[in-house]
Protein backbone atom coordinates (compact mmCIF):
# COMPACT_ATOMS: atom_id res chain seq x y z
CA UNK A 1 0.00 0.00 0.00
CA UNK A 2 1.28 3.37 -1.09
CA UNK A 3 1.98 6.38 1.63
CA UNK A 4 2.03 9.68 0.79
CA UNK A 5 3.93 12.62 2.46
CA UNK A 6 3.96 16.27 2.33
CA UNK A 7 7.51 17.48 2.07
CA UNK A 8 8.13 21.06 3.47
CA UNK A 9 11.36 23.22 4.37
CA UNK A 10 12.20 25.28 6.97
CA UNK A 11 11.08 27.47 9.80
CA UNK A 12 7.92 28.28 8.55
CA UNK A 13 7.60 24.59 6.87
CA UNK A 14 6.83 25.74 3.09
CA UNK A 15 5.56 23.03 0.95
CA UNK A 16 8.57 21.45 -1.37
CA UNK A 17 6.57 18.64 -3.06
CA UNK A 18 4.97 15.16 -2.55
CA UNK A 19 6.94 12.30 -1.41
CA UNK A 20 5.53 8.67 -2.26
CA UNK A 21 6.81 5.28 -0.91
CA UNK A 22 5.36 1.88 -1.30
CA UNK A 23 7.20 -1.33 0.16
CA UNK A 24 5.97 -4.85 -1.24
CA UNK A 25 7.92 -7.39 0.61
CA UNK A 26 11.64 -7.00 0.34
CA UNK A 27 11.68 -4.34 -2.39
CA UNK A 28 10.97 -0.62 -1.53
CA UNK A 29 9.87 2.36 -4.05
CA UNK A 30 9.16 6.24 -3.82
CA UNK A 31 8.79 9.00 -6.11
CA UNK A 32 8.93 12.76 -5.54
CA UNK A 33 7.34 15.48 -7.34
CA UNK A 34 7.82 19.29 -6.50
CA UNK A 35 4.53 21.46 -5.22
CA UNK A 36 3.30 24.02 -7.72
CA UNK A 37 3.29 26.61 -5.28
CA UNK A 38 7.19 25.85 -4.55
CA UNK A 39 8.06 26.25 -8.40
CA UNK A 40 5.84 29.53 -8.52
CA UNK A 41 7.96 30.69 -5.51
CA UNK A 42 10.34 33.23 -6.06
CA UNK A 43 13.04 31.53 -3.85
CA UNK A 44 12.51 28.46 -4.80
CA UNK A 45 15.55 26.11 -5.63
CA UNK A 46 16.00 22.25 -6.71
CA UNK A 47 16.58 20.46 -3.24
CA UNK A 48 19.43 18.78 -4.82
CA UNK A 49 21.12 19.33 -7.85
CA UNK A 50 20.46 15.95 -9.26
CA UNK A 51 16.62 16.95 -8.64
CA UNK A 52 16.29 20.45 -10.96
CA UNK A 53 12.87 22.44 -10.92
CA UNK A 54 10.45 21.80 -13.03
CA UNK A 55 11.39 17.86 -13.84
CA UNK A 56 10.05 15.13 -12.89
CA UNK A 57 7.99 13.02 -10.51
CA UNK A 58 11.54 11.89 -9.82
CA UNK A 59 11.85 7.47 -9.28
CA UNK A 60 13.67 5.84 -6.84
CA UNK A 61 14.02 1.91 -5.61
CA UNK A 62 15.66 0.23 -2.93
CA UNK A 63 18.96 -1.91 -4.14
CA UNK A 64 21.15 -2.40 -1.02
CA UNK A 65 21.87 -1.22 2.52
CA UNK A 66 24.08 1.67 0.30
CA UNK A 67 21.10 2.36 -2.32
CA UNK A 68 17.91 3.99 -1.15
CA UNK A 69 14.55 3.95 -1.61
CA UNK A 70 14.73 7.83 -0.51
CA UNK A 71 15.75 10.89 -3.00
CA UNK A 72 18.75 11.63 -1.83
CA UNK A 73 18.51 14.82 0.04
CA UNK A 74 16.10 12.94 2.03
CA UNK A 75 18.46 10.72 2.95
CA UNK A 76 20.78 13.09 3.96
CA UNK A 77 18.26 13.74 7.26
CA UNK A 78 18.24 9.95 8.16
CA UNK A 79 19.83 8.24 10.88
CA UNK A 80 22.96 6.02 10.07
CA UNK A 81 24.50 3.17 12.37
CA UNK A 82 24.13 4.48 15.93
CA UNK A 83 20.35 6.25 15.38
CA UNK A 84 19.36 3.01 13.13
CA UNK A 85 20.25 0.68 16.35
CA UNK A 86 17.95 3.11 18.27
CA UNK A 87 14.85 3.25 15.84
CA UNK A 88 15.51 -0.78 15.89
CA UNK A 89 15.38 -1.62 19.16
CA UNK A 90 12.57 1.10 20.21
CA UNK A 91 10.45 -0.57 17.13
CA UNK A 92 11.85 -4.21 18.69
CA UNK A 93 10.48 -3.25 22.44
CA UNK A 94 7.68 -0.75 21.81
CA UNK A 95 6.13 -1.85 18.23
CA UNK A 96 2.91 -4.06 17.57
CA UNK A 97 3.86 -4.28 14.07
CA UNK A 98 6.80 -6.93 13.43
CA UNK A 99 7.37 -5.97 10.08
CA UNK A 100 10.69 -5.40 9.02
CA UNK A 101 11.95 -1.39 9.45
CA UNK A 102 11.65 0.03 6.04
CA UNK A 103 13.79 3.03 4.94
CA UNK A 104 10.46 5.15 5.46
CA UNK A 105 10.42 3.68 9.02
CA UNK A 106 13.86 5.20 9.25
CA UNK A 107 12.95 8.73 7.89
CA UNK A 108 9.69 8.82 9.46
CA UNK A 109 11.63 8.51 13.36
CA UNK A 110 13.94 11.11 12.88
CA UNK A 111 12.85 13.99 15.14
CA UNK A 112 11.79 17.11 13.36
CA UNK A 113 13.01 19.64 15.60
CA UNK A 114 16.96 17.97 15.50
CA UNK A 115 17.21 16.77 11.56
CA UNK A 116 19.61 17.67 9.79
CA UNK A 117 19.11 20.40 7.67
CA UNK A 118 15.88 22.00 6.48
CA UNK A 119 13.77 19.77 5.01
CA UNK A 120 10.75 18.49 7.25
CA UNK A 121 7.70 15.75 6.66
CA UNK A 122 4.53 15.88 7.70
CA UNK A 123 0.88 14.16 6.52
CA UNK A 124 -0.58 15.29 3.47
CA UNK A 125 -4.05 16.34 5.65
CA UNK A 126 -3.91 20.56 5.86
CA UNK A 127 -2.25 21.96 8.95
CA UNK A 128 -0.96 18.17 9.91
CA UNK A 129 1.41 17.85 12.45
CA UNK A 130 5.46 17.54 11.62
CA UNK A 131 6.22 14.06 12.13
CA UNK A 132 8.32 13.18 15.38
CA UNK A 133 7.45 16.72 15.88
CA UNK A 134 5.64 18.61 19.09
CA UNK A 135 2.63 20.56 18.83
CA UNK A 136 3.66 24.55 18.96
CA UNK A 137 6.78 24.42 18.41
CA UNK A 138 7.91 22.12 21.48
CA UNK A 139 10.53 19.44 21.41
CA UNK A 140 11.86 16.92 23.36
CA UNK A 141 15.86 17.90 23.23
CA UNK A 142 17.03 18.10 26.70
CA UNK A 143 19.01 21.17 28.06
CA UNK A 144 23.00 20.88 28.64
CA UNK A 145 22.44 20.08 32.31
CA UNK A 146 21.45 16.42 31.58
CA UNK A 147 24.58 15.30 30.17
CA UNK A 148 24.97 13.13 33.29
CA UNK A 149 21.31 11.22 32.87
CA UNK A 150 21.91 11.00 29.00
CA UNK A 151 25.08 9.10 29.52
CA UNK A 152 23.60 6.91 31.82
CA UNK A 153 20.59 6.21 29.31
CA UNK A 154 23.27 5.75 26.81
CA UNK A 155 25.44 3.39 29.09
CA UNK A 156 22.49 1.50 29.72
CA UNK A 157 21.61 1.02 25.70
CA UNK A 158 24.71 -0.31 25.11
CA UNK A 159 24.90 -2.71 27.40
CA UNK A 160 21.62 -4.09 26.80
CA UNK A 161 20.30 -2.83 30.43
CA UNK A 162 17.09 -2.95 30.52
CA UNK A 163 15.03 0.12 29.72
CA UNK A 164 11.51 1.82 30.51
CA UNK A 165 10.07 2.46 27.25
CA UNK A 166 9.83 6.31 28.26
CA UNK A 167 13.84 6.25 28.18
CA UNK A 168 14.28 4.08 25.60
CA UNK A 169 11.85 6.46 23.33
CA UNK A 170 13.42 10.02 24.59
CA UNK A 171 16.77 8.31 23.01
CA UNK A 172 15.70 8.05 20.01
CA UNK A 173 13.84 11.23 19.87
CA UNK A 174 17.15 13.11 20.55
CA UNK A 175 19.60 10.50 18.71
CA UNK A 176 17.93 9.30 16.08
CA UNK A 177 18.68 12.61 14.04
CA UNK A 178 22.52 12.37 13.56
CA UNK A 179 24.26 9.87 11.60
CA UNK A 180 27.33 8.18 12.77
CA UNK A 181 28.19 4.70 14.55
CA UNK A 182 29.14 6.58 17.99
CA UNK A 183 26.93 7.27 20.59
CA UNK A 184 25.59 10.87 20.03
CA UNK A 185 22.31 12.75 20.84
CA UNK A 186 21.48 16.76 20.68
CA UNK A 187 21.50 18.87 23.42
CA UNK A 188 20.48 22.61 23.74
CA UNK A 189 23.84 25.05 25.12
CA UNK A 190 23.16 27.77 27.48
CA UNK A 191 22.27 30.05 24.83
CA UNK A 192 19.70 28.38 23.47
CA UNK A 193 21.72 27.20 20.53
CA UNK A 194 21.46 23.28 18.87
CA UNK A 195 24.53 21.38 19.77
CA UNK A 196 25.64 17.71 18.77
CA UNK A 197 27.10 15.88 21.98
CA UNK A 198 28.85 12.49 21.15
CA UNK A 199 29.66 10.60 24.21
CA UNK A 200 32.44 8.46 24.99
CA UNK A 201 31.52 4.44 24.40
CA UNK A 202 31.76 1.93 27.20
CA UNK A 203 33.30 0.01 24.70
CA UNK A 204 35.75 3.00 23.78
CA UNK A 205 40.02 1.81 24.01
CA UNK A 206 40.91 5.44 22.88
CA UNK A 207 40.34 8.70 24.36
CA UNK A 208 38.29 9.17 21.21
CA UNK A 209 36.20 12.11 21.73
CA UNK A 210 38.98 14.82 23.46
CA UNK A 211 40.83 13.63 20.28
CA UNK A 212 37.99 15.30 18.06
CA UNK A 213 37.72 18.07 20.05
CA UNK A 214 41.66 18.51 19.83
CA UNK A 215 41.37 17.88 15.81
CA UNK A 216 38.86 20.96 15.21
CA UNK A 217 40.54 23.44 16.91
CA UNK A 218 43.42 22.49 14.93
CA UNK A 219 41.17 22.47 11.94
CA UNK A 220 40.46 26.11 13.13
CA UNK A 221 44.51 27.34 13.60
CA UNK A 222 45.04 25.62 10.29
CA UNK A 223 42.22 28.21 8.66
CA UNK A 224 39.94 25.65 8.15
CA UNK A 225 36.42 25.60 7.86
CA UNK A 226 35.61 23.80 11.30
CA UNK A 227 32.85 23.97 14.01
CA UNK A 228 33.18 25.24 17.44
CA UNK A 229 33.88 22.28 19.57
CA UNK A 230 34.67 21.52 23.64
CA UNK A 231 34.60 19.14 25.87
CA UNK A 232 32.37 18.24 29.16
CA UNK A 233 31.86 15.69 31.18
CA UNK A 234 29.05 12.52 32.09
CA UNK A 235 28.87 9.91 34.00
CA UNK A 236 32.82 10.99 34.96
CA UNK A 237 33.58 10.92 30.60
CA UNK A 238 34.52 13.08 28.74
CA UNK A 239 31.66 14.13 25.92
CA UNK A 240 32.41 16.33 22.83
CA UNK A 241 30.07 19.60 22.30
CA UNK A 242 30.23 20.49 18.83
CA UNK A 243 27.79 23.28 17.27
CA UNK A 244 25.46 22.27 14.38
CA UNK A 245 26.18 24.20 11.29
CA UNK A 246 23.36 23.54 9.40
CA UNK A 247 21.43 26.24 12.14
CA UNK A 248 21.69 29.90 12.03
CA UNK A 249 20.03 32.99 13.68
CA UNK A 250 17.17 32.39 10.67
CA UNK A 251 16.82 29.20 11.59
CA UNK A 252 17.11 25.57 9.47
CA UNK A 253 19.97 25.64 6.80
CA UNK A 254 19.27 23.40 3.53
CA UNK A 255 22.05 20.85 3.62
CA UNK A 256 22.92 17.65 1.53
CA UNK A 257 25.75 15.46 1.50
CA UNK A 258 28.76 15.19 -0.59
CA UNK A 259 27.22 11.71 -1.62
CA UNK A 260 23.98 13.86 -2.93
CA UNK A 261 25.71 16.71 -4.72
CA UNK A 262 28.23 13.79 -6.62
CA UNK A 263 24.81 11.83 -7.27
CA UNK A 264 27.42 8.62 -6.22
CA UNK A 265 25.81 5.40 -5.33
CA UNK A 266 27.33 4.99 -2.03
CA UNK A 267 29.60 7.17 0.31
CA UNK A 268 33.18 5.72 -1.51
CA UNK A 269 32.42 5.95 -4.83
CA UNK A 270 33.70 9.25 -5.97
CA UNK A 271 37.01 11.81 -5.76
CA UNK A 272 38.11 14.85 -4.42
CA UNK A 273 38.74 15.67 -7.80
CA UNK A 274 35.21 14.93 -8.90
CA UNK A 275 33.83 16.76 -6.02
CA UNK A 276 36.18 19.97 -6.95
CA UNK A 277 34.33 20.08 -10.05
CA UNK A 278 31.52 19.72 -8.43
CA UNK A 279 32.14 22.81 -6.45
CA UNK A 280 33.38 24.82 -10.05
CA UNK A 281 29.49 24.39 -11.39
CA UNK A 282 27.54 24.78 -7.94
CA UNK A 283 29.52 26.33 -5.40
CA UNK A 284 28.65 30.52 -4.67
CA UNK A 285 32.58 31.11 -4.45
CA UNK A 286 34.46 28.32 -6.24
CA UNK A 287 37.77 29.35 -5.39
CA UNK A 288 36.88 29.89 -1.93
CA UNK A 289 35.83 26.50 -1.59
CA UNK A 290 38.19 24.81 -3.79
CA UNK A 291 41.16 25.93 -2.12
CA UNK A 292 39.39 24.81 1.36
CA UNK A 293 38.37 21.53 -0.11
CA UNK A 294 42.22 20.67 -1.31
CA UNK A 295 43.21 21.89 2.26
CA UNK A 296 40.82 19.75 4.16
CA UNK A 297 42.16 16.83 2.06
CA UNK A 298 45.67 17.52 3.30
CA UNK A 299 44.46 18.12 6.92
CA UNK A 300 42.67 14.60 6.55
CA UNK A 301 46.56 12.93 5.36
CA UNK A 302 48.40 14.66 8.12
CA UNK A 303 46.43 13.92 10.68
CA UNK A 304 45.55 10.06 9.53
CA UNK A 305 41.63 10.52 9.07
CA UNK A 306 40.27 7.46 7.29
CA UNK A 307 36.99 8.54 8.05
CA UNK A 308 36.82 10.55 5.01
CA UNK A 309 33.79 8.72 3.10
CA UNK A 310 31.39 10.83 1.15
CA UNK A 311 28.63 11.38 4.21
CA UNK A 312 31.39 13.12 6.29
CA UNK A 313 31.79 16.24 3.14
CA UNK A 314 28.31 18.62 2.80
CA UNK A 315 26.93 21.48 1.67
CA UNK A 316 24.72 24.54 2.48
CA UNK A 317 22.36 26.29 0.38
CA UNK A 318 23.37 30.05 0.36
CA UNK A 319 20.77 31.20 -1.89
CA UNK A 320 19.99 31.54 -6.09
CA UNK A 321 20.00 27.69 -6.48
CA UNK A 322 24.14 27.71 -5.01
CA UNK A 323 25.86 26.38 -2.55
CA UNK A 324 29.13 26.57 -0.45
CA UNK A 325 31.28 23.75 1.48
CA UNK A 326 29.56 23.10 4.76
CA UNK A 327 32.12 22.84 7.88
CA UNK A 328 34.53 20.22 8.74
CA UNK A 329 33.06 17.65 10.74
CA UNK A 330 33.70 13.66 12.02
CA UNK A 331 37.31 13.96 11.45
CA UNK A 332 38.98 11.30 13.58
CA UNK A 333 42.74 10.60 13.55
CA UNK A 334 43.40 6.32 13.88
CA UNK A 335 46.84 5.97 14.78
CA UNK A 336 46.49 2.18 14.55
CA UNK A 337 45.26 2.05 11.22
CA UNK A 338 46.60 1.81 7.66
CA UNK A 339 46.59 5.02 6.24
CA UNK A 340 44.31 5.12 3.56
CA UNK A 341 41.19 7.62 1.83
CA UNK A 342 37.99 6.77 2.14
CA UNK A 343 37.21 9.32 -0.69
CA UNK A 344 40.01 9.03 -3.30
CA UNK A 345 42.06 12.28 -4.27
CA UNK A 346 41.45 11.29 -7.94
CA UNK A 347 40.04 8.43 -10.00
CA UNK A 348 43.65 7.46 -10.68
CA UNK A 349 45.39 7.86 -7.96
CA UNK A 350 43.20 5.01 -5.55
CA UNK A 351 43.05 5.37 -1.77
CA UNK A 352 46.65 6.07 -1.08
CA UNK A 353 46.85 9.07 1.84
CA UNK A 354 49.77 11.00 -0.22
CA UNK A 355 50.59 14.56 0.45
CA UNK A 356 52.96 14.13 -3.16
CA UNK A 357 50.07 13.00 -4.65
CA UNK A 358 47.74 15.90 -3.29
CA UNK A 359 50.44 18.47 -4.06
CA UNK A 360 50.42 17.16 -7.85
CA UNK A 361 46.70 17.24 -8.33
CA UNK A 362 46.89 21.13 -7.23
CA UNK A 363 45.74 22.33 -10.56
CA UNK A 364 42.05 20.06 -9.83
CA UNK A 365 41.44 22.68 -7.18
CA UNK A 366 42.55 25.89 -9.02
CA UNK A 367 45.85 25.98 -7.68
CA UNK A 368 49.35 25.81 -8.64
CA UNK A 369 51.36 23.75 -7.25
CA UNK A 370 53.58 26.24 -4.97
CA UNK A 371 50.36 27.77 -3.79
CA UNK A 372 49.55 23.84 -2.76
CA UNK A 373 52.98 23.35 -1.39
CA UNK A 374 53.27 26.21 1.01
CA UNK A 375 49.77 25.78 2.03
CA UNK A 376 50.63 21.81 3.10
CA UNK A 377 54.45 23.25 4.75
CA UNK A 378 51.56 25.67 6.98
CA UNK A 379 49.63 23.35 8.03
CA UNK A 380 52.10 20.70 9.05
CA UNK A 381 54.32 23.22 11.05
CA UNK A 382 50.75 24.43 12.92
CA UNK A 383 50.14 20.79 13.27
CA UNK A 384 53.46 19.58 14.53
CA UNK A 385 53.91 22.26 16.91
CA UNK A 386 50.48 22.21 18.35
CA UNK A 387 49.10 19.15 18.75
CA UNK A 388 50.84 17.97 21.89
CA UNK A 389 50.09 21.78 23.96
CA UNK A 390 46.33 21.17 23.11
CA UNK A 391 46.17 17.69 23.95
CA UNK A 392 47.45 18.28 27.07
CA UNK A 393 45.49 21.43 27.72
CA UNK A 394 42.09 18.82 26.87
CA UNK A 395 43.06 16.40 29.49
CA UNK A 396 45.22 13.75 27.66
CA UNK A 397 47.62 12.23 29.43
CA UNK A 398 51.05 11.23 28.21
CA UNK A 399 49.86 7.41 27.59
CA UNK A 400 47.16 8.60 25.44
CA UNK A 401 49.63 11.14 23.89
CA UNK A 402 52.00 7.75 22.85
CA UNK A 403 49.21 6.46 21.68
CA UNK A 404 47.87 9.13 19.13
CA UNK A 405 51.37 10.24 18.02
CA UNK A 406 51.63 7.84 15.10
CA UNK A 407 48.64 9.90 13.58
CA UNK A 408 50.41 13.05 13.85
CA UNK A 409 54.11 11.98 13.26
CA UNK A 410 54.57 10.40 9.83
CA UNK A 411 56.47 10.18 7.00
CA UNK A 412 53.67 12.33 4.67
CA UNK A 413 54.35 15.08 7.96
CA UNK A 414 57.87 14.82 7.05
CA UNK A 415 57.61 15.08 3.54
CA UNK A 416 54.56 18.59 4.48
CA UNK A 417 57.39 19.91 6.65
CA UNK A 418 59.82 19.23 3.82
CA UNK A 419 57.86 21.47 1.15
CA UNK A 420 58.81 24.70 3.41
Known amino acids: MARTYTVCIGNGGIEVGTLRFEAQGNREFSSFEYADTWMANARAFAIAPSMPLGSGPFFFKKESDYVSALP ?41 FSCMGALRIREVADNAPFLAGQPG ?29 AALKRLRQIGSALGGARPKCSVIDTDG ?33 APSARLDVSDGLPVALIRRFDRNSNGRVPYIS ?40 AFTILVSNVDDHLKNHGFLYTGNNQWRLSHMFDVNPAPERHR ?48 ETLAVRLGMDRNDIRTYRPAFEHTDMKNARALG
Not at 79 to 84: F, K, N, V
Not at 270 to 295: N, V
Open 72 to 112: SPLVDTTPDSWGRNLTRRDARENRQDTAPLTDLDYLLAVDD
Open 258 to 297: AQTMLEARDATSGSYTQLAEAIRIHSDDPKRDMTELFKRV
Open 137 to 165: GRHEIPPIIKLNELGQSIANLERQNPMTA
Open 193 to 225: SLLLAKFTSRYDTYNVERVEVLTLNLAQQCGLN
Open 340 to 387: ELKTAISELSGSEASIEVLVEHAPFFDLSNDQAARSVFAMATTISEQW
